[in-house]
């Protein structure tokens, strides 16, 4: 549990090898939640609303891939460390089935191409992002138990993937058009992209290192934990169960805003290309924002910052309602917007780590992947269900992906997709983080758990 060295501004580089591992994630994240449904739809032909359902479906497999994949860090034993590792395995993997991911075959008939969806889907989500991303999650809560730095290791986390979501919101279109504007483009592009996130996974992996250990490890002993203990344990923690509550919410709110924004430019603004400016202003007053967050988070703490971000991200949604749709609506609505989201990502993985202390304080049982994997579950049960209900919403408004002018209940759909979905997502986030209050109780926590290991180390 104690830790060998604290992180400090000189580590700075291995903040930023931490963060590199979320840029490579939302390679294939922000892919699927931005471009993979117009992919389907615009060029694979495929329907918007089997595919809502297939990707609903896949969850229930993605939440127990998630669970198993937790089980395994935490018995996981290298010169590496539990999580390390498993980035340095996972990477080409990645890489590869993102590939396969934006390559339907042409030739395929509608079943056919149905079947092809619902393997490459499910080895991307269930397999291969579940086996790189757990891992990763689980690094944060094993390189410091510093509350503060934790939050600095999520600030670089958040930076890094708002680059990547800005990386692939900015250039995916640009170059799809490069490469041809045709299916075989789509592959083109994500085999450019997958060597960036192998890139990204290798520096995350070589500059990074684990510091935090069990008091069972401490002491040289092997802890093993059973499925059923662990499952006990999670459940005895309620600032886990908030927490995940959370992130479904908040995931399923990326997803389901996030896949509506090239609808919401083609449809609504008239204009595909200004995807990237939306998401370009929205993201960069992200990253900009998340340096002066550090300062709020140790003086107000994370759950008042985050409660903070999802009152200025209801702000910037009105605005855009109400703002007539201009462009000078979208402007200002993307930049509170992207304060607000600022504040959600720079504290809410720390957040998550911050249970794992309070769960082995409660419990008496460490358990980083297994508390990862199931809020891992969670989220991807509400990146799901807002996948899903994109398609079935644009489904049942009647949109046409091959329609030169949609009908008045398709842009509705995509209105309330994007903007009003969002805001009850946000409401609801509130109201559950009223009743966390470990930033004020996790001080004495961690004083406690270092008296134990002490005791345990006699």
Not at 170 to 191: C, I, Q, R
Not at 219 to 231: A, D, P, R, V, Y
Not at 394 to 401: P, R
Request: include cysteine.
């Amino acid at each position: 549990m104690n830790e060998k060295r604290k992180l400090t501004p000189a580590l700075l580089f291995e903040r930023f090898c931490y963060g590199c591992g979320d840029f490579g994630c939302n390679i294939i994240y922000t892919a699927m939640s931005a471009f993979l449904l117009f992919y389907y739809t615009d060029y694979a032909g495929v329907n918007a609303a089997a595919v809502g359902t297939i990707m609903l479906i896949s969850r229930v497999f993605d939440g127990v891939s998630d669970i198993i994949m937790g089980m395994i860090v935490d018995r996981t034993r290298s010169k590496y460390g539990k999580a390390r590792v498993w980035i340095l395995r996972m990477c080409i993997p990645f890489a590869l089935s993102g590939i396969l991911l934006f390559s339907v075959p042409a030739s395929l008939g509608t079943t056919a191409k149905l079947v092809y969806v619902f393997i490459t889907y499910n080895l991307v989500s269930t397999v291969v992002y579940t086996a790189i991303n757990v891992p990763y999650s689980s690094l944060n809560a094993l390189m410091t138990q510093n509350p503060y730095e934790r939050s600095v290791l999520s600030i670089f986390r958040n930076l890094l993937a708002t680059a990547g979501t800005l990386t692939i919101n900015m250039v995916t279109l640009p170059l799809v058009e490069f490469f041809g504007d045709n299916t075989a483009a789509w592959t083109k592009t994500f085999a450019v992209l997958g060597i960036l996130a192998v890139i990204a996974f290798i520096l995350t992996f070589a500059g990074t290192k684990e510091r935090v250990h069990s008091i069972a490890e401490i002491n040289g002993e092997t802890e093993k934990i059973s499925f059923l203990e662990g499952l006990k344990s999670l459940f005895a923690n309620k600032y886990w169960i908030m927490m995940t509550c959370v992130l479904a919410l908040f995931f399923l709110y990326y997803a389901i805003n996030g896949g509506t924004t090239v609808y919401y430019a083609k449809d609504i603004l008239g204009n595909r290309d200004l995807v990237g400016t939306i998401n370009g202003i929205f993201n960069v007053i992200q990253i900009a924002a998340m340096f002066f967050i550090a300062g709020l988070v140790k003086k107000y703490g994370k759950r008042n910052i985050f409660s903070l971000g999802l009152v200025l991200s209801t702000v910037g949604m009105l605005i855009l309602e109400f703002g007539g749709g201009n462009m000078s609506a979208i402007v200002v609505s993307s930049l509170v917007r992207g304060v607000g989201n600022a504040c959600g990502g720079a504290t809410m993985w720390a957040m998550v780590s911050d249970t794992i202390d309070y769960g082995e304080w409660k419990t008496g049982h460490r358990t980083e992947g297994l508390v990862n994997s199931a809020c891992s579950f969670g989220y991807k049960i509400g990146n799901g269900v807002g996948s899903a209900l994109l398609g079935i919403i644009l489904e049942i408004g009647g949109y046409v992906g091959e329609a030169a002018v949609q009908s008045a209940s398709a842009l509705f759909s995509i209105r309330l997709c994007f903007v009003w979905i969002p805001i009850a997502v946000f409401a609801a986030c509130f109201v559950i983080l009223r009743f966390y209050h470990l930033d004020k109780e996790f001080d004495g926590i961690i004083r406690d758990l270092h008296k134990r290991a002490e005791k345990a180390a006699k």
